[in-house]
Every structure is written in structure tokens, then in C-alpha cells.
Nanobody
């Protein structure tokens, strides 16, 4: 069907930067909205940033001004540039995409496997 594969997580010191990537592959006619979520231990999964197929974006208040979401529609890829990272940004980051597999189908949600981001003091 459809797979989302994330990359770019890792360990970084506070104040540093990381860039996450997520590429959708498989049976794809088009990709609607794409987003990044994160989940820290003991917390619920939360929306970090989202982007429509037209390029409109929205961000969680906690990351505004530090994170930037973007996408390459030709590559079915979404990015998350994370700057000025803080220890509280430590979490598993998940990619989400709404994918249409056929021309007249509605979009179905898909999730990536998650990538760990750890920010040390």
C-alpha cells in the first residue's frame, strides 16, 4: 500500500539543529496534508506542525519561530527543520500523511515508524 519512512533524528545539544525528512511511497495518486507529531514518554502524541498540499502551514505554540515545516510535492516528502532545540523537544517524532491512492478515492491517513530526537542540556 503506502509507506512513510522517516530519517534525520538523533542526539543534539540544546541550542542545536536537526532536520527530519519523511518520504511517502507505494500506491499514491496524490498526497493531501502532511504533518509531524511527537510523543514524549508519559505524554500523549501531539501535533508539532502541519502543511497542506497548497503549502499552508500551522505550528504548535511551543515550536513557533524555531521549527519550519516544508514539503516537496514531486518527491512526496515533508521536512521539519528544527532550530534552537530545547531538552523539552525530546520525543519520538512521527510523520503523518493523508494519501489518495486513486483519482476518485478519499484520503487515508498513514503514519511513519517514528524517529527519536534527544536534546541534551
Amino acid at each position: 500500500q503506502v509507506q512513510l519512512v522517516e530519517s534525520g533524528g538523533g542526539l543534539v545539544q540544546a541550542g542545536g539543529s536537526l532536520r527530519l525528512s519523511c518520504t511517502a511511497s507505494g500506491r499514491i495518486y496524490s498526497v493531501n496534508g502532511m504533518a509531524w507529531y511527537r510523543q514524549a514518554p508519559g505524554n500523549q502524541r501531539e501535533l508539532v506542525a502541519g502543511i497542506t498540499d497548497g503549502g499552508n502551514t500551522n505550528y504548535a505554540d511551543s515550536v513557533k519561530g524555531r521549527f519550519t515545516i516544508s514539503r516537496d510535492n514531486a518527491k512526496n516528502t515533508v521536512y521539519l527543520q528544527m532550530n534552537s532545540l530545547k531538552p523539552e523537544d525530546t520525543a519520538v517524532y512521527y510523520c503523518n500523511a493523508e494519501v489518495r491512492s486513486r483519482i476518485f478515492s478519499v484520503g487515508d491517513p498513514y503514519w511513519g515508524q517514528g524517529t527519536q530526537v534527544t536534546v541534551s542540556e
